[in-house]
């Protein structure tokens, strides 16, 4: 029909010196960056973060519990390459304090999806988080994705 575009990027027969590459050219960007975002997840490095927002009165509990249970894990993974990166930060301040909450800002670099998925079905984990859990009263915020952009001094 007339006036409607099928969506697809083809040269325009009106115009012949306007190519395909010439198309690409234009949005080579574009597609060079969805191709990466859909790159295979066994050769590129997963960032998760999270915020943990664990009752202030039982912080003193869980860091304990943390350091006594999740490290081991961690030097378990970052030993085996599974980790390239992992911390725990006690929040100073930021947007969203709460009353009765102290947050935690998790980082973690995983060799892929995969190293992530490990860790979490962890038998040594999974004990760890039921116990973390009792101590949140509000659920953890969660994202992990690949890094598109990073600089290192």
Same mark, same amino acid.
């Given at each position: /029909?007339a006036?409607?575009?099928? *969506?697809?990027?083809? =040269?325009? @027969?009106?115009k012949?010196?306007?190519?395909?590459?010439?198309?690409? *050219?234009?949005? *080579?960007? +574009?597609?060079?960056?969805?191709?990466?975002?859909?790159?295979?997840?066994?050769?590129r490095?997963?960032?998760?973060?999270?915020? #943990?927002?664990?009752?202030?009165?039982?912080?003193?509990?869980?860091?304990? /519990?943390?350091? %006594?249970?999740?490290?081991?894990?961690?030097?378990?993974?970052?030993?085996? &390459?599974? !980790?390239?990166?992992? +911390?725990?930060?006690? =929040? &100073?301040? *930021?947007?969203?304090?709460?009353?009765?909450?102290? $947050?935690?800002?998790l980082h973690?670099?995983? %060799?892929?999806? $995969? %190293?992530?998925?490990?860790?979490?079905?962890? @038998?040594?984990?999974? =004990? !760890? #988080?039921?116990?973390?859990?009792?101590?949140? @009263?509000? @659920?953890?915020?969660?994202? !992990?994705?690949?890094?598109i952009?990073e +600089?290192?001094?």
């Amino acid at each position: /029909m007339a006036g409607k575009s099928s *969506g697809k990027a083809t =040269a325009n @027969p009106a115009k012949p010196s306007q190519s395909r590459t010439a198309l690409k *050219g234009r949005t *080579g960007l +574009r597609v060079k960056a969805a191709a990466a975002i859909r790159g295979s997840s066994a050769s590129r490095s997963e960032v998760t973060a999270i915020v #943990l927002r664990i009752a202030s009165d039982r912080s003193t509990e869980f860091e304990a /519990m943390f350091e %006594a249970e999740e490290i081991p894990i961690w030097e378990d993974f970052t030993r085996r &390459g599974r !980790f390239s990166e992992a +911390r725990l930060v006690r =929040a &100073g301040g *930021g947007s969203e304090t709460r009353s009765g909450i102290q $947050d935690y800002l998790l980082h973690i670099v995983a %060799a892929d999806h $995969d %190293a992530h998925e490990e860790h979490d079905s962890d @038998p040594r984990f999974r =004990a !760890f #988080l039921a116990k973390a859990e009792k101590l949140q @009263p509000e @659920p953890p915020l969660v994202w !992990f994705g690949n890094a598109i952009f990073e +600089r290192r001094s």
